[in-house]
């Protein structure tokens, strides 16, 4: 099953529930549960809860990465099933999940990869657990599922940024050992490519909106975000910054998205926005194609918030790591954003 059919599929779940009579939670947050604190040579655990992996050598560098960021790794139970697309059954899958929460060794949980089937699982979280353990999660992409019910059904603050299996160059690990081990209250702003160019072109960011604003940071990948609309796992946006992110689709679903984002009152509610990057997302062939930017100029600009595009966020190397439901400062003008508070507690 590809992500847009699977996505399909668990929106007529969210809309036909209540009708079938599928018991969905209704508990919700408003709440910031802060996770503990991870240290250097505390232990990670490792989950899969999204598709499986083809490369049996994932494994390994997840593993060696962790280990030189100077941490022990845990494997789930499950890490290396396989279940059609993905990595193992539903039940599989949140065993897993809930045991690395559970488990007092486990100090927090990297996501192997994305993928898709996130969702799928969401009804089988004890979050009882998670608020009685609150530890860091790491991902993003499919991972957006967990960072939206973490939040809606805990409160907990959770990382969007690389997978285990993902991109861990100087720029991933120096920015991961600054916000875990060190605590500092990072200022994201583009790493600027220059080259040998007259003009530094790579990882420029336009500014819709000039202007400052304060509040929780909430998003993550485009796709996975508005799928969970309707469902008690979409996060309440009011007054909050929204970023977000998307890979490898045509702006016309784009378009569609953001008019989702609108129709259910996403937009009307938040203070802040930033646009991460869209990889792959360039007009098909066919007559008339908005592209990127202008999908955002129609949606962003009659809102009148501070607003900037082209964050370091999204399906790239170099990524930041966005602690989801963080205060922070959005400066629009200068393209950053500034964490304003801890957001961990010592153990």
Not at 114 to 135: Q, W
Not at 238 to 267: C, H, W
């Amino acid at each position: 099953m590809n992500k847009r059919s699977f996505l399909k599929s668990l929106g007529l779940l969210a809309a036909t529930g209540p009708i079938l009579g599928l018991d969905f939670p209704k508990v919700s947050t408003s709440s910031t549960l802060l996770p503990k604190a991870l240290l250097r040579g505390q232990t990670v655990g490792i989950i899969s809860p999204s598709a499986a992996t083809a490369d049996r050598m994932e494994f390994t560098y997840v593993k060696e990465a962790m280990e030189a960021l100077g941490l022990k790794v845990k494997l789930g139970e499950n890490l290396k099933n396989r279940f059609g697309h993905l990595a193992g059954t539903d039940e599989e899958r949140a065993v897993d999940f809930n045991s690395m929460f559970a488990d007092p060794e486990v100090k927090a949980i990297v996501c192997l990869r994305g993928g898709s089937g996130a969702a799928r699982i969401l009804p089988l979280i004890d979050y009882e657990i998670v608020k009685a353990n609150p530890k860091p999660l790491l991902g993003y992409s499919d991972i957006t599922a967990f960072h939206c019910a973490l939040q809606s059904q805990a409160g907990l603050i959770s990382f969007h940024g690389p997978n285990g299996s993902g991109s861990w160059n100087s720029f991933n690990s120096n920015q991961f050992q600054q916000l875990f081990f060190e605590q500092k209250l990072l200022t994201f702003k583009n790493e600027i490519g220059k080259g040998d160019d007259l003009v530094a072109k790579g990882n420029r960011i336009q500014t819709l909106t000039a202007g400052s604003v304060e509040g929780k940071i909430l998003g993550g990948n485009l796709t996975v975000l508005t799928a969970l609309s309707g469902t008690p796992y979409y996060p309440d946006f009011q007054d909050a910054i929204l970023f977000i992110e998307d890979v490898g689709e045509d702006p016309y679903r784009i378009d569609r998205m953001m008019s989702t984002l609108k129709l259910n009152g996403t937009l009307g509610k938040i203070k802040g926005f930033v646009f991460g990057q869209c990889s792959e997302c360039k007009p098909g062939s066919g007559y008339g194609a908005f592209t990127v930017d202008q999908i955002m100029d129609q949606y962003i600009l009659p809102l009148g918030i501070p607003a900037y595009i082209g964050a370091m966020i999204g399906h790239i190397p170099r990524q930041f790591i966005i602690p989801v439901g963080a205060r922070v400062r959005l400066n629009a003008s200068s393209g950053t954003l500034t964490l304003l508070e801890n957001v961990f507690i010592n153990s």
